[in-house]
């Protein structure tokens, strides 16, 4: 069983890593950008499309309303970037918000963060792989026509990218995420120099269709909420702001000077890009609508099923570069992939977040652990089953998922920062230093405007959201929270109960007696190793037991007993319904009700065998047996291993295997000193 699953193991995620290699795993700043901010920076991709589809449902003579909203969520972007700047200085450990809110306002609302953060990443990895599989399925059909097959296939390709480690995952991610960010600053580079210097027209491919409004003339309070959820739905370009916070301890020393400058250059990348695609978009005329085959009309017909409707930087970079041109191509493919690899900041996010989760005892021990190449594999395996449910059950599409997000986040960005407001005053309060009280005041003001600026968009995006979608997220969080408790609850519980007391105890006391049960099947070289063991064992009772199942079988076992003098008696109990488990765990109770301060050891011989197979041949009822013995309090379980030629082989094969070398793998040195060591050698 080892040999078949390790040998797959290591051509997929590579060979194990020491513990002390872990510095090696550390990101510099390039690295960095792309691994955690790839989230934020690619959101370009899909961000002004939500904004423009939510403002056509009035047509397109709300479009005009585009600017404005973009100059809001440019205002939100640095306003969150300044705040999680301060948070990384104050918590460079790599809690982030979960700590920040933990600390300052108590383990609810760390855990109301957590629970966020946790949907929040998931919801990430599915949206971003689904626009990622619409973008790619625009030029390639196979892909539209296959695309929860698609999205699922490029989860389990980015799972084993990231089990190989963050750093060489960090590093393939690298490429595509700077192609990307230099494709757009050069198509929004090269459009302003063809409208604003060679005055060209540019045409997007929608631009001579019309939109069909849903609710004609808007005005008052509809006008002001269909505004207000083109906003929300352009807030998706800050998602993936806080996973630079929770990752600080990824990057190299100075960690919080690092991450600081890291969350600076993706803000200022991420909002040059928004704005850029944005006034492109309303340059060239893009339409877009919800319901595209039918509010898109073409000379007052609706275009119909067949239509395809384009990411606007697909439509942008069609007017600016030209369709099928060099440039129009590599941005392309560079936004498909790209997209494909946002997923990735969640994927060193969620994992990193679940580690200090079940290092609080929120989640299971297992997230806590790295696996064999330093990564949180099972935090990796987790998110990446949740996001491909969630990818199965709403069929890969952008739209409906990305009705689910943002939620999360702006949870966790209001709670954060007003820990932020709550760890200031806390300091403030003991501080006399002139200086550092001046800083901390500015740090508070940032975080305070944060705090009131993000709560005020969380009440906007529920209220827009909320029957759109943003209640599933909601629910996700309820039932985060909830499972997280009964954890929590869980651990402390058994801590409590396995607490060792200060003075003398039932468990500290010696038992009585030790009653010693062997138990026998027939007469083999297993029986009598297991029976002399018993007997090294010293205990004031020793007897060997059987269970009656076939008679015949019963009385050869009991003449052979009897022929080879076994100097231990032999008990045989009857079965009539041919069970095995239940007589033995029955006669094992009798003899604790007999005498409670007696305790019961049972030996069980098992084979040890060499092929996986051979498992499901051998041992079934011992394993049975045992898993039963576990419950019963004062019962003691041996097993004593009797090994199979197959095993000893197995044990060989091993052993070769890890002396194996790959060829180059060690020097050896030059040819003539290695003559030399071997006719040196007697």
């Not at 305070?448 to 600026?453: C, D, K, L, W």
């Amino acid at each position: 069983m080892s040999k078949l699953t390790d040998v797959p193991k290591r051509i997929l995620i590579g060979r194990a890593l020491r513990s002390d290699r872990l510095g090696e795993t550390l990101l510099p700043k390039r690295i960095a950008l792309p691994v955690f901010a790839s989230d934020p920076l690619s959101s370009v991709a899909y961000a002004p499309g939500e904004v423009l589809l939510v403002l056509s449902i009035a047509g397109v003579s709300a479009y005009h309303f585009s600017p404005w909203i973009a100059v809001a969520v440019v205002v939100l972007m640095f306003t969150v970037v300044a705040s999680y700047r301060q948070n990384v200085h104050a918590y460079p450990s790599g809690g982030g918000d979960y700590e920040v809110a933990n600390t300052n306002l108590g383990p609810k609302a760390g855990l109301t963060v957590a629970s966020a953060l946790l949907v929040d990443y998931v919801l990430t990895v599915a949206v971003s792989i689904a626009s990622g599989i619409e973008n790619l399925g625009s030029a390639v059909p196979f892909v539209v026509e296959h695309k929860v097959l698609c999205a699922i296939a490029v989860i389990v390709l980015l799972t084993l990218m990231n089990l190989r480690g963050v750093k060489e995952s960090g590093s393939l991610f690298a490429i595509p995420t700077y192609v990307f960010v230099a494709g757009v600053f050069i198509m929004i580079a090269w459009g302003a120099f063809r409208g604003l210097v060679l005055d060209e027209t540019m045409r997007a491919p929608t631009a001579g269709y019309e939109i069909k409004a849903e609710h004609q003339g808007l005005a008052g309070f509809a006008l002001v909420f269909l505004l207000l959820r083109a906003f929300s739905s352009g807030c998706a370009a800050l998602t993936g702001v806080e996973a630079i916070s929770n990752g600080v301890p990824a990057f190299r020393k100075p960690k919080s000077k690092n991450a600081a400058t890291t969350l600076a250059m993706m803000g200022l990348l991420a909002v040059t890009m928004f704005c850029g695609i944005i006034a492109l978009a309303m340059v060239t005329k893009v339409r877009m609508a919800e319901n595209p085959a039918v509010d898109l009309l073409k000379n007052g017909v609706a275009l119909g099923s067949d239509y395809v409707q384009n990411p606007v930087i697909s439509q942008v970079a069609e007017a600016v570069f030209g369709k099928g041109s060099f440039l129009f191509i590599v941005l392309a493919a560079a936004t498909a992939l790209v997209l494909f690899l946002a997923a990735n900041t969640a994927y060193n996010g969620f994992p990193l977040l679940g580690s200090i989760l079940a290092q609080d005892r929120y989640l299971p021990r297992q997230l806590h652990t790295r696996g064999d190449r330093l990564a949180f594999s099972n935090g990796i395996v987790l998110l990446a089953g949740a996001a491909g449910l969630l990818v199965w059950i709403y069929g890969a599409d952008s739209t409906r998922l990305i009705q689910l997000y943002i939620v999360g986040v702006f949870v966790s960005f209001t709670l954060s920062q007003t820990g932020m407001v709550r760890h200031w005053n806390r300091h403030l309060a003991t501080e006399k230093d002139p200086a550092k009280r001046s800083h901390m005041i500015r740090s508070r003001a940032i975080n305070a405007f944060g705090a009131f600026f993000t709560g005020l968009v969380l009440v906007v995006v529920l209220v827009t959201k909320f029957t759109h979608g943003a209640w599933v997220a909601l629910l996700g969080m309820v039932i985060f929270y909830a499972t997280m408790s009964a954890i929590r609850k869980h651990y402390d519980r058994v801590a409590d109960e396995i607490a060792a007391p200060e003075g003398p105890s039932d468990d500290s006391v010696r038992p009585s007696r030790v009653h010693s049960v062997v138990l026998i099947s027939k007469i083999h070289r297993p029986t009598l190793r297991a029976l002399a063991y018993a007997k090294l064992l010293r205990s004031d009772t020793l007897e060997a037991l059987s269970v009656n199942v076939d008679p015949v079988e019963t009385k050869a076992l009991r003449e052979e007993w009897e022929r080879r003098g076994i100097d231990v008696p032999l008990k045989v109990l009857d079965s009539p319904y041919r069970e095995i488990t239940r007589p033995v765990i029955e006669y094992v109770k009798s003899l604790r009700k007999e005498s409670p301060r007696d305790a019961v050891s049972v030996i069980i011989p098992e084979y040890v065998v060499g092929h996986w197979y051979e498992h499901l041949l051998h041992n079934q009822s011992a394993l049975r047996l045992k898993g039963r013995l576990l419950f019963t309090p004062g019962v003691m379980v041996t097993s004593v291993p009797y090994q199979l030629q197959s095993s000893e082989a197995a044990k060989l094969r091993a052993r070769r295997r890890q002396e194996w070398n790959a060829p180059g793998a060690v020097r050896r040195g030059p040819a003539q000193e290695r003559a030399k060591e071997t006719s040196s050698q007697p």
